[in-house]
Nanobody, 120 residues
């Protein structure tokens, strides 16, 4: 059973970079055909997909966030990381990491989510 856990600061100042880590257990982030995503849900809004890094270390980002997003991984720790630069209060959301079996599937494994607030 794959388990994912998000970690990172809960409060980020405007214009700074948000950095979150997803620690994976029960499965390798290099396992064939595995896609490791970041998704967020702003207050009162629906889920918004941010991007993914796949088993081969390829990345793909939402075109709406691409200019500010970077997803990387540390295979020695079985973790992958989200960095979102130049944040504004509109980036306040619950951030989730997830695992899918293809580039187009909705994740079938999810972390519990972590609240990130952007405020001075």
């Amino acid at each position: 059973q794959v388990q994912l856990q998000e970690s990172g600061p809960g409060l980020v100042k405007p214009s700074q970079t948000l950095s979150l880590t997803c620690t994976v257990s029960g499965g390798s982030i290099t396992a064939n055909s595995s896609y490791w995503s970041w998704i967020r849900q702003p207050p009162g809004k629906g889920l918004e997909w941010i991007g993914y890094i796949d088993y081969s270390n390829s990345t793909y980002y939402s075109p709406y966030l691409k200019s500010r997003t970077s997803i990387s991984r540390d295979t020695s720790k079985n973790q992958f990381t989200l960095q979102l630069s130049s944040v504004t209060p509109e980036d306040t959301a619950v951030y989730y990491c997830g695992r899918a079996g293809s580039s187009t599937d909705t994740p079938n494994y999810w972390g519990q989510g972590t609240q990130v607030t952007v405020s001075s």
